[in-house]
């Protein structure tokens, strides 16, 4: 026995069945079956299908809608604005300091929430202020320009 006279055994290993190609693959129905969808040429199974029986995502109920008209904004807290300040030591708080520093995003709305407290009189702009957070920073003597 030698390498290149090495055989599978006789019957071990037959040629895979060629289906639909002709009365070889297996008498008249060409090695498919009888009828039925998976019978017929271009059959692919469908994403999702359970046999005919309702698939789970009909099954389970709708919940919820999603409002196209919804406005997103980052909620940025007194208590944020108050740590910025002191950390880099500015009175004044734009849109364009904030996109800069990388607090927020270019197409970023910004709304100004009135969580924690504030002990410097800060020139804050936004978009959208609480009453609570502007009468905070009011009342500290800053002032809250919405943009």
Sequence with gaps: MELHNLKPAKGSVRARKRVARGQGSGGSTAGRGHKGDKSRA??????NFEGGQMPLQMRLPKRGFKNVNRVEYVPMNLA???????KFQ????????LISNGVVGKGDKVKILAHGDLNA???VSAHACSAAAKQAIEEKGGSVNLV
């Design 80 to 86: 944020r604005l108050q740590a910025m300040s002191e």
């Design 42 to 47: 271009g059959h692919k199974d469908k994403r």
């Design 90 to 97: 500015v009175t004044t708080i734009d849109l364009e300091w």
């Design 121 to 123: 009189a800060l020139t």
